[in-house]
């Protein structure tokens, strides 16, 4: 399975792929920065965004695109920037028929480093360690995205059994909720037919 993570942002959109073999063994492919102007207008600055994402697919043809999922913080406004630029990511790998998979920064320090509380130095010290790095990816951004495509790596599978075991659960409760259904009908069949005889 091939990742494309995204730590969504205007300022610095982090882009990284990572090929998984569905269990822990990870490897990267690219890792890269998307820089917009902080003078151009949001518009422009989210057009520099989605043209660099599509690039960056229609290069490495990932399977699924995970994305951060944007949490309240105190600046307001850094969080305008980033839910725009998740928006956008979202849109364009929907548009390339891609799945597009968000994990909260807490699931993903936790998958990455063990702490769901880890620090940025710790999230890049364990990004640089799993995937065999020579050096740590720079800036931040860069390694939150490898650590985006992980995390989507070794979780997906589990994702995927449980999904698997909530369809399963919720045929067999609309069974038995058909069955008791029926039972109830058929009950409420034989008192009318035995109210009718004793009526006769």
Do not use: Y
């Amino acid at each position: 399975m091939r990742v494309l993570g995204v730590d969504p942002g205007l300022t610095r959109c982090g882009l990284g792929v990572v090929d998984g073999d569905g269990g822990r063994q990870v490897a990267c492919v690219d890792v890269g920065v998307v820089r917009s102007d902080v003078d151009l207008p949001v518009d422009r600055r989210l057009v520099v965004v989605a043209d660099e994402v599509e690039r960056w697919i229609a290069r490495h043809r990932p399977d699924v695109v995970a994305v951060e999922r944007v949490f309240s913080q105190h600046n307001v406004r850094t969080v305008m920037g980033t839910a725009q630029a998740s928006g956008v990511v979202a849109l364009v790998a929907a548009r390339a028929g891609l799945p597009v998979a968000f994990h909260t920064p807490s699931e993903v320090k936790a998958a990455v480093t063990g702490a769901g509380r880890a620090d940025k130095a710790q999230v890049t010290t364990m990004v640089t360690r799993v995937l065999g790095l020579a050096e740590a990816p720079r800036p931040a951004d860069a390694a939150d995205a490898l650590a985006l495509a992980i995390c989507h790596c070794w979780r997906a599978p589990m994702m995927t059994r449980m999904a698997e075991a909530e369809r399963r659960a919720a045929e067999i409760a609309k069974a038995h909720k058909a069955r008791l259904a029926a039972a109830q009908k058929e009950r409420q069949t034989q008192q009318r037919l035995a109210e009718a005889a004793r009526r006769r």
